[in-house]
């Protein structure tokens, strides 16, 4: 059974910080790993998907990475913005049935 | 190219009566998930169905609730007899077929209040 888990919970910075965000994942049979963000009370947004046979993906100043064999992903999140407050959900897919199992997030906060 | 619309976006219901809570997924997109989200906790997935049929339906209560996704129209998702406990945000996404490892888009969310 797949578990995720999401470090730290919760991260208050000031803008223009770089951000570290970490995923792990205890089964590392998956198809490929998405990271969301989901603003409060609205759905999910996708911003980065991750194939099992590649390491990183970039968009603007997310890149996400990818150790499926150690089951972690990290998301970078570069020159933070006010606009960047979020909750981050990773969720890997999983093999078989193509689930995705989520973590329980992180809740990002950046100060102006 | 439309994203995955769910409706109604609220939903109140009374102790006792039936939620009915819809699915139109992408254009294209055969197979839909949907997931739980109870206040201040994650998405708990549900289940995942194909064209009428059900794939996987380990994250579904026993009772009480039932999915389906017709061979025409949106995926549904019931919900019978509601309690209080049931009040949460549902969400539905899809997905092409036939490809390993496609992304998934999700929809906007059902928000069930039940009073």
């Known amino acids: 059974k797949q578990e995720v888990t999401q470090i730290p919970a919760a991260l208050s910075v000031p803008e223009g910080e770089n951000l570290v965000l970490n995923c792990s994942f205890t089964d590392s049979a998956i198809y490929n790993l998405q990271w969301f963000r989901q603003d409060p009370g609205k759905g999910l947004t996708s911003l980065l998907l991750?194939?099992?046979?590649?390491r990183e993906q970039t968009s603007g100043r997310l890149n996400a990475s990818l150790d499926k064999s150690s089951g972690r992903s990290t998301l970078y999140i570069a020159a933070s913005q006010p606009g960047d407050s979020a909750t981050y959900l990773c969720?890997?897919?999983?093999?078989?049935?193509?689930?995705?199992?989520f973590g329980t997030g992180t809740r990002l906060k950046v100060l102006a | 190219n439309a994203g995955v619309m769910q409706n109604p976006r609220h939903l109140v219901r009374r102790r006792g009566q039936e939620a009915r809570l819809r699915c139109s997924p992408m254009k294209g997109h055969s197979h839909v998930y949907w997931y739980r989200q109870l206040p201040e906790e994650g998405l708990k997935f549900m289940v995942y169905?194909?064209?009428?049929?059900?794939?996987?339906e380990s994250g579904m209560p026993k009772e009480r609730f039932s999915a389906e996704f017709p061979k025409e129209g949106p995926s549904i998702l019931r919900i019978q007899q509601v309690v209080r406990g049931d009040s949460a945000a549902y969400f539905c996404?899809?997905?092409?077929?036939?490809?390993?490892?496609?992304?998934?888009?999700f929809g906007q969310g059902t928000r069930l209040t039940v009073v």
């Open positions: 996404a899809s997905s092409p077929p036939g490809l390993q490892g496609a992304e998934a888009f």
């Open positions: 991750i194939q099992s046979s590649q």
């Open positions: 169905l194909q064209k009428e049929n059900i794939i996987d």
């Open positions: 969720a890997p897919g999983g093999s078989g049935t193509y689930k995705y199992i």
